[in-house]
Nanobody, 126 residues
Framework: QVQLVESGGGSVQSGGSLRLSCAAF????????MGWFRQAPGKEREGVAA???????AYADSVKGRFTISQDNAKNTLYLQMNSLKPEDTAMYYC????????????????????WGQGTQVTVSS
């Protein structure tokens, strides 16, 4: 029903910036959460940022103040602006959309999402 396609990943040096995009195809309810997750080799997938239809957001403590999630409904696109990147931000980044009414208190949990993109690689060197 839904396809999510990420883009914008790449290799940058510490302190640099990247802007990830997630194009959505198919129906996605505005009442559901959309989010960004990341997974580094040998690590568990973790929630990075999430946004509800009303624009309210949630962030992992590790990225708060550096990353900004936003959405453009007219273009059916989700964004993640990443500034002041650190080597520990290196991971595969995934876009996801939720399956129920968005509750930001739970929106960084993988269990709250049912559609996932293929991922885009972000590599930050020191």
């Amino acid at each position: 029903q839904v396809q999510l396609v990420e883009s914008g990943g790449g290799s940058v040096q510490s302190g640099g910036s990247l802007r990830l995009s997630c194009a959505a195809f198919g129906y996605i309810s505005s009442t559901y959460c959309m989010g960004w997750f990341r997974q580094a080799p040998g690590k568990e997938r973790e929630g990075v940022a999430a946004i509800a239809g009303d624009g309210n957001t949630a962030y992992a403590d590790s990225v708060k103040g550096r990353f900004t999630i936003s959405q453009d409904n007219a273009k059916n696109t989700l964004y993640l602006q990443m500034n002041s990147l650190k080597p520990e931000d290196t991971a595969m980044y995934y876009c996801a959309t939720g399956w129920s009414y968005c509750r930001l208190g739970q929106a960084l949990k993988t269990s709250q999402y049912n559609y996932w993109g293929q991922g885009t690689q972000v590599t930050v060197s020191s």
